[in-house]
């Protein structure tokens, strides 16, 4: 029986992105190897020995989890809920374990948004009939120290297109216009219809003054390269939310 590592399920509203304020089943896979410098879920990057189903009666449970253990706590969770959104760490680094999940859950009929950073193609094509949402969490050279993997970000986007997809990027007070002008250039070169999110990073300090009208300015500078563009900031959190 397939096993894989899960860090956190809970529900939420739907943080970031064109699809904010939507009630959703978050499962968070453990495990990522990108290693970013300004990783936001670093606990999630390490494949724990156990992880928390969160709600009223919270329940712990042991990793590796059976997919069949999971799917009989997650479904019945689904009844109420319109999407399960899978994220991670990164949930294309567990694509056999993140399949069978999904094909035993298409029973409940809902939808399925995955949430990734936009570099495992191949994992991506496998998964692929079971999503119908993808947020490609594209990070820049100053939320990971490296530059972008252009051509694995290509393939990645050349497959999500195929279903309703968006690019996301996060960008800080360091972020360079140059960064975020080189990947939306790339989205508009695969599919121009492709809604492309500039998230305001959330730091400890608060934003220098004038931070939110410099990406106010980028996001209108890039409407000539993408006709959706859009500035939007993470609203979990305002809320109080997880
Ligand atoms: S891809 Fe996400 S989980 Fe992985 S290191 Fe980067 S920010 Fe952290």
Do not use: W
């Amino acid at each position: 029986m397939l096993k894989g590592y899960i860090d956190e399920i809970f529900v939420s509203v739907q943080g970031e992105g064109p699809m904010v304020g939507t009630p959703m089943l978050f499962v968070r896979f453990g495990g990522c190897q990108a290693a970013c410098e300004r990783c936001d879920t670093p606990r999630a990057r390490t494949q724990m020995s156990q992880f928390v189903i969160h709600g009223p009666s919270p329940e712990t449970l042991l990793n590796p989890v059976k997919v069949a253990d999971l799917t009989a706590r997650i479904a019945p969770k689904l009844r109420t809920l319109p999407f399960l959104a899978v994220t991670g760490g990164e949930p294309l680094e567990q694509p056999g374990f993140l399949s069978l999940l999904l094909t035993r859950l298409s029973e409940t009929g809902r939808r399925i948004l995955l949430e990734t950073r936009g570099f495992h193609h191949r994992e991506l094509a496998e998964v692929l009939p079971r999503v119908d949402v993808i947020s490609a969490d594209i990070k820049l050279p100053s939320f990971t120290g490296r530059p972008v993997p252009m051509e694995e970000t290509r393939a990645f986007l050349e497959i999500a297109k195929q279903k309703t997809c968006y690019v996301k990027v996060v960008a800080g007070p360091d972020t360079g216009e140059a960064e975020v002008i080189n990947v939306a250039r790339l989205v508009a070169d695969v599919g121009s219809h492709i809604p492309f999110i500039i998230q305001p990073r959330r730091d400890e300090k608060p934003p220098p003054p004038g931070e939110a009208e410099r990406l106010l300015l980028l996001a209108v500078q890039l409407t000539k390269l993408l006709p959706d563009v859009r500035l939007i900031p993470q609203v979990h959190s305002v809320l109080g939310l997880r």
